[in-house]
């Protein structure tokens, strides 16, 4: 039976995953940071069972393994993993998701019917345009729709049913991984990479159909802490020094027409002040690093830094606290040594009949991290668009064409090994 010809489940699948809560919680500190993740990770943990794959686990961390063991005759193919996550991001609600279905989409604005001041049109999301005649998912209004990444959990799980019912399919060893708290940047930091036991892997968390992305940004986080001088506000002259006010004015001292995520693209970088918070005393704010070059990420700091101490000069007694931490590193860094990696993906697609695109990520995924724990790991397109939006959507042909890849991909590896 040939790819065309089968009855795909990624549909049903995703329609059903979407509607189980997972927000990640960024200000928790358990792991996963949000309990609910587990919710969806049971049910993938019965539907696996149920599929009759091996080594079928969810673990105490909420990562959720299994294995589709070789059924080829050659020895010793290496161990490729697929991997999404479980978890949506906090930015847009993610509670009572309803997924909507467009059939055969006309090209019209598609006005979400329980905040009909949505409007999802093409000249907003100039992907939309290719995609008519596609049957398009979205959310309702009041929600974002989970498609980062419940698509690419859906793929691989339809992908998986495909293979398991076609024995005639031949490849090596599959590894299935399904991640927690990616949105937060923690979705690997309790695996077990000998548990995992994979040689090579693709996470399926990437956007337009064809896209093959192999180049990350590095990230580092800092975290800017302002003291101030606290004083009775009725007898404060000469004394009080307000850190509220020493945070402001430098937040307002950062670059206004680059540097900043709304003034870049490509392959440039930014500095993002996430969040403020704090009062006279104290204040507190964070801020995401974020570019292609990782040796750029320490000019951009101290740059950062030199505008903290210009402000600071002007208010006597308060003082800093400049706290740098790694978050991840680009991908590509590891993946030039293993080119053929993301080069079976470009064959894989070609096979399928797509138009393979090379492109790079101007963020991260959990193969960002997994690249440097010692799994490569590109990312690949599940049509996942407009992420973290109450327009986050999906075409439905898009994800099954990612299935289509997959099935092609695990063959292209047991021909060359």
């Keep these: 039976m040939s790819m065309q010809e089968k009855n795909y489940t990624v549909e049903e699948r995703f329609i059903r995953y979407v509607q189980i809560d997972t927000t990640a919680d960024p200000n928790s500190t358990s792991f996963p940071s949000s309990m609910k993740q587990k919710d969806l990770g049971k049910v993938l943990l019965k539907e696996l069972q149920e ?23 050659t020895k010793d193919l290496p161990t490729i993993c697929f991997c999404s996550h479980m978890d949506t991001a906090p930015d847009c609600s ?33 992907y939309l ?9 979205t959310a309702s209004g009041l929600t974002l729709l989970g498609a980062d990444d419940k698509a690419g959990i859906a793929i691989i799980m339809d992908f998986a049913h495909y293979i398991v019912n076609n024995p ?12 927690p708290d990616e949105e937060v ?14 040689d090579y892997g693709y996470t399926l968390d990437g956007a337009k159909r064809g896209e093959i992305e192999d180049e990350s940004f590095s990230a580092d986080a800092v975290k800017v802490t302002i003291h ?38 490509d392959r440039e ?9 704090g009062g006279l005393e104290k204040a507190t704010i964070t801020f995401i690093i974020r570019d292609h070059i990782t040796e750029n990420l320490m000019e951009f700091e101290n740059r950062l830094e030199s505008i903290l101490k210009m ?9 800093y606290e400049f706290e740098v931490s790694e978050q991840y590193r680009n991908m590509k860094e590891v993946l030039r040594s293993v080119p053929f990696v993301a080069n079976y993906a470009i064959q894989a697609m070609e096979k399928a009949g797509i138009v393979a695109k090379p492109t790079i990520i101007r963020g991260g995924t959990d193969g960002s991290r997994l690249s440097f724990m010692g799994l490569p790991c590109p990312n690949i397109f599940t049509g996942e668009m407009a992420i973290h939006s109450k327009h986050e959507y999906v075409s439905i042909q898009d994800m099954q064409r990612s299935v289509d890849t997959l099935v092609e991909l695990v063959q292209i590896w047991e021909k060359h090994n």
């Design 51 to 73: 599929m009759e794959l091996e080594e079928v686990e969810m673990d105490e961390w909420g990562y959720v393994f299994a294995t589709i063991p070789s059924n080829s005759a």
């Design 94 to 126: 993610g509670t009572d998701v309803k997924p909507l279905i467009h059939r055969n989409y006309s090209g019209e604005p598609i006005v979400l019917p329980d905040d009909k001041n949505q409007v999802i049109t093409t000249e907003k999301h100039v």
């Design 129 to 137: 345009k290719e995609k008519i005649g596609d049957d398009i998912i």
């Design 168 to 179: 005639q399919i031949v490849h090596g060893p599959i590894r299935i991984l399904f991640t």
């Design 185 to 198: 940047g923690r979705g690997v930091e309790h695996l077990d990479m000998k548990k995992l036991n994979a």
């Design 228 to 265: 101030g001088i606290s004083a009775h506000p009725g007898y404060a002259k000469n004394k009080m020094v307000n850190a509220v006010k020493i945070a402001s004015e430098f937040i307002t001292a950062l670059p206004k027409d680059k540097w900043s995520p709304e003034t870049t693209q």
């Design 269 to 277: 970088g930014f500095v993002h002040p996430m969040s403020i918070e």
């Design 311 to 319: 402000v600071m000069e002007q208010y006597n007694g308060a003082v």
